[in-house]
């Protein structure tokens, strides 16, 4: 049996780029991987590499654990769990950054680009929090991991962690594989789409998307949504960054081809293109937010939770003593 895993910090409410580029991969994947145990979790002990108000992690974490289920997640087949609940998490980070260099975690550049915009006090896990990003993927020995591009670096040293290990200690983790979807692996924010869309306090909310946002107000972040003045539904990405990016997320929904998507829209203009993707966006969060509504305080999604814990602890254990026991750690048993 093969295992994936992946999981997504709480430090804000879920953006369509998390959507397009993360838990679609996992819905995706859950009906077409067979001979795959999945492993989906929140990574709430990453999100306090920067500062975190409780309550609202708190809040926080719940909506991502509903979203889940409301995005099709089933809990019958994937393990949903709380990273924080699982102990071993915090105990491989420690093995893990007993492996990786300080120069490695320094050439991140997702560190490079939040310590740039940090003013103050940057907290020491968020230079090592790849270690912690390994420690989530290896605990499980997990084949693959479903990501958007920006955390391609992360997974490429989790598989120098892993290597380094096996190298020093004999064979212990498996590689993983990273899994990155072909169309979508980077949706840009709708008013600067030279940037990744994420939610941030710096950000106009016209630039992201959120997947409980009001649908109106979704529809007209699309329609007020960047783009040139050429008036021709072309995807080019260098010239033409705000169109390209909405047919992205346009071919990403539907599972229609850019080429198929600008041969229909070749006479059209942006506001008739515009149009008919807030309506694809609008049909494909009104589900999802239905069975939100439903989800986030029902005793369910407690039970999915506990469920999901008690199943990822036991994996999580068993690794964990072999990992120690080949590092020497501790009596021998
Ligand atoms: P996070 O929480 O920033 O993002 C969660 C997932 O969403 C993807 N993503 C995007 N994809 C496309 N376009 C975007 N604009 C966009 N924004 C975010 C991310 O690539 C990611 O897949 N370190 C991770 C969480 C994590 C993790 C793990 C992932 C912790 N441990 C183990 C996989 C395996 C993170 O901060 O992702």
Redesign the pocket.
Known sequence: MKRL?????P?GDL?L??Y???IKQFVNMQNELIDTEFFIFI?DL?AITTPQERLVLRKNIKSIAALYIACGLDPEKVNIFIQSEISEHAELNYIMESTLYIGEMERMIQYKEKKESQTEGIRTSLLT?PA??AA??LLYDANF???????KQ?LELTRTAANRFNFLYGDTFTIPEGIIPKT?????GLQNPEQ???KSADKSAKDYILLIDDLKVVANKIKSAVTDSDNLVKFDKENKPGISNLLTIFSALTNISIKDLEEKYKDSNYGTFKSDLANVVVDELSPIQNKYNEIINSKELDDILDKGRDRAKLIARRKLDKVYHKVGLGRKK
Do not use: C, F, W
């Open positions: 895993v992946s999981g997504i910090k430090t953006t780029g998390n397009i580029g993360a990574a990453h929090y912690l990003m989530d993927i991991v479903p990501i958007g591009e920006d955390q992360h979508g692996a980077r949706i840009m990744k869309m994420s």
